[in-house]
DNA sequence: GATGAATGAGAATTCATTCAT
DNA sequence: TATGAATGAATTCTCATTCAT
């Protein structure tokens, strides 16, 4: 058979994976989907992957790593000068005019989390990082943990209404609860 | 077999439903996981729901009922001397305190609105339940938009991380952020 | 409940027995199915019919009636003067140019009737029937039976290649083999 | 459980269709079934194909291809200097001599194309098959379209009204109808 | 008479995983 | 090492029929 000597086919199941799990949701992770997709054999998935959960987690890993990616840009680019109002409805917008499949993997990492054990420790992770990240540019941890809060909740009410995003809108309802620049 | 009369089956199957759910989550829930858990034959699930998803959006209707009733609840006692911070730290604070299962339940139905199209307009309402209620209360439907999608974002973090929940630590971060009371 | 007194509903399940086999062929008959289609209660069906055959060899003994008429009409406007090929081309022209999913239907009951011992003698009774029309008329039973045959194999030929019909190569065909007008 | 090793397992499982189809008709066609009649575990028989219609199409593929290549031998075998009339009842007779069930397999696995997509495209190159091949001996395809019609129409015929098969009645009703021979 | 809830069998599929090659 | 055939359990769903009301 071809293809006997394949290196980052390891990477390519796992892209597969993502591509799957953004497709039809988590509960549609299968590892003849995940071969198909990721066009190799069937028992090459569970030849490199010992249970579908390991897979699973693996991609959730990777998809984490991409948003935690974006969301430190977003922090490193903060303007101390404008409202953070603003900067706030400036990420939610970006996310939102992205790609809507990819916010919604993310968010279903969430509701894996809450029944996988294995996978609660990466959206964890995945929470205190942007805490921790946001907490040590605006030097207050707790603030930060607040805006995350927000911020998810804010993602996921776009989510799940399918409101169009007004910017407009977003910002006059933060600017009424989050108050002045600082 | 007996049992040929029984009123009320269709109400217990649901409630056998939000059970399976509650042990098992959403993956977990099946005909015949309900069948068993409301000990009724397994035809009988799918005589009354045609699919399972029927099934599962009579489950997220009751749950959402219900907790609707504690926000309103809540919207109800509101203190409008009170710093708003405080007022959600004491909703956070309770919910956390009752019964875990119950709210990772809700969430779970919730963020599977994300997932299933049948679903999703569920999920949908309940949020602008919420926000509609509360924006009658303090005059500003989208300030209560807002704290909505904080209440939701904050939950899920106690939830995800399994963070203590310490009232103070929270009120600090809302009330960096939430500004003076109104 | 309304609809107490409701004469013709049992014919009304017959048509909708009819409708339902059109479209999705006899093996999607079903109680359900029809009790939709005529808008009545499921009991209805199960009242009126004691079992599904019973159904069914009434919906194929009316769809069965109504092709003779057709054929009966042919038989009567056969112009002695035209050739018999010519004849049965106008019939086969006519046969394909209307209502396809009605042929289709007709050919499904000799499909069922292989089978299902209550239809095959429906079936015979057609095929016979027909014979015995064109006999009566052309004078002649073994030769009816023959060009009845050529009939169901033509048109189960278009039916089953699709081949669109030309009504002179149809009649070449069949002059070819024909002969002359009698 | 012993027998991890079986080649010509899927070819077992053609046969098996076959076989069940010739016995309970295509509406008793299933997974449970073939498995039972191959002796296999049921999940083999929807691993070797995708849905039962692949099955359907590889069973009317083996069966097709019997009967052609009947058909290919009375071709070759024809009488330039007989009557096609007699050559046609001599088929007819040949093939009703046989076995009957299989001639009713054939025939039922024919019609079923009416309603199967997939299954239409085989019926339809095994009508094409026997036109050419005929055609291409007769030097004259519409004429041999016409005469495969003709056969087919015969044999239904005979399979529906069980009429005790005389070949001096079909021959005579051929000859009324072919003329002369060619 | 008429209805529709109830039932239990059976349908197609999908799947994770094992294991012979 | 890598593969894909094999397996058996579990899934949803459809259904004819029965029978209490």
Known sequence: M????????????ID????VVGERGIAGLSHRAVAAA???????????????????VAALRQVNAGWLAD????????DPAAPLADEVARLVAATLAGDRSRVTLEYELYLAA??????????AACLDEMADRLGRRIG????ARAVVAFLDGLLLQYLLTGR???????????AGVLGAPR
């Open 114 to 123: 809450l029944r996988h054990e294995a996978v609660r420790p990466i959206a």
């Open 2 to 13: 071809p293809r006997r000597y394949d290196p980052g086919r390891r990477q390519r199941i």
């Open 16 to 19: 597969a994976a993502i591509t």
């Open 38 to 56: 990721a066009d190799v054999p069937l028992g090459s998935t569970t030849y490199h992957f010992a249970g579908l959960d390991d897979l699973l």
């Open 71 to 78: 969301f430190a840009r977003w922090v490193d680019g903060l």
């Open 140 to 143: 207050d941890l707790a603030t």
């Open 164 to 174: 169009p995003f007004r910017p407009a809108a977003l910002r006059d309802g933060l």
